[in-house]
T-cell receptor
Framework: GENVEQHPSTLSVQEGDSAVIKCTYS??????FPWYKQELGKRPQLIID?????GEKKDQRIAVTLNKTAKHFSLHITETQPEDSAVYFC?????????????FGKGTRLSVIA | EAGVAQSPRYKIIEKRQSVAFWCNPI?????LYWYQQILGQGPKLLIQ????????DSQLPKDRFSAERLKGVDSTLKIQPAKLEDSAVYLC????????????FGPGTRLTVL
């Protein structure tokens, strides 16, 4: 089955700097890659996703890149702010039938230092 | 638009006791998911429903866990009897499509088994 590895497990950046979180996946048939942000004690929230037919997607200060050949995808947050502090999870999904589960990485705890 | 609702938010029980969690998905979402999130890890799918039918329960410990979605709307997840290792946050999610994309999570139920 699918296996998703996420690095780093913790990341500290100064406010205004950029943050990059990387994930690798094992199943080359995976074609949907969402990123979730989870603040302490709150629900995971979908912040951006990418499908395998594109290489990059941006939404204001966040962007996701996908390298299908290398089977890795990354989350980029620019101009970080204290409110970006949270745990970020990547995930991968295979197929279009809905019969395979969304597999999550173990998360990255991002701390933005003011 | 109302989000995914879950109750209770917190539950403390002793091992070998039973517990039940309730979830009401976003209106119109045909697909409902139950995840287990152990501290420091990403969510792991327990069971997926499409309307009132089970799509995937391959990771559900069926000797002690059960779930139902009888009318294809709200759902109940039960643990009987509970073990110490069941301590986790149980997240419910729903999506409009049955393909696993665009999943929206509820606030979760934090279970502590003593």
């Amino acid at each position: 089955g699918e296996n998703v590895e996420q690095h780093p497990s913790t990341l500290s950046v100064q406010e205004g700097d950029s943050a990059v979180i990387k994930c690798t996946y094992s199943d080359s048939a995976s074609n949907y890659f969402p990123w979730y942000k989870q603040e302490l004690g709150k629900r995971p929230q979908l912040i951006i996703d990418i499908r395998s037919n594109v290489g990059e997607k941006k939404d204001q200060r966040i962007a996701v890149t996908l390298n299908k050949t290398a089977k890795h995808f990354s989350l980029h947050i620019t101009e970080t702010q204290p409110e970006d502090s949270a745990v970020y999870f990547c995930a991968a999904l295979k197929g279009n039938s809905g019969n395979t589960p969304l597999v999550f990485g173990k998360g990255t705890r991002l701390s933005v230092i003011a | 638009e109302a989000g995914v609702a879950q109750s209770p938010r917190y539950k403390i029980i002793e091992k070998r006791q039973s517990v039940a969690f309730w979830c009401n998905p976003i209106s119109g979402h045909a697909t409902l998911y139950w995840y287990q999130q152990i501290l420091g890890q990403g969510p792991k799918l327990l069971i997926q429903f499409q309307n009132n039918g089970v799509v995937d329960d391959s990771q559900l410990p069926k000797d002690r866990f059960s779930a139902e979605r009888l009318k294809g709307v709200d759902s109940t997840l039960k643990i009987q009897p509970a073990k110490l290792e069941d301590s986790a946050v149980y997240l419910c999610a729903s999506s409009l499509a049955g393909t696993g994309v665009n999943q929206f999570f509820g606030p979760g139920t934090r279970l502590t088994v003593l």
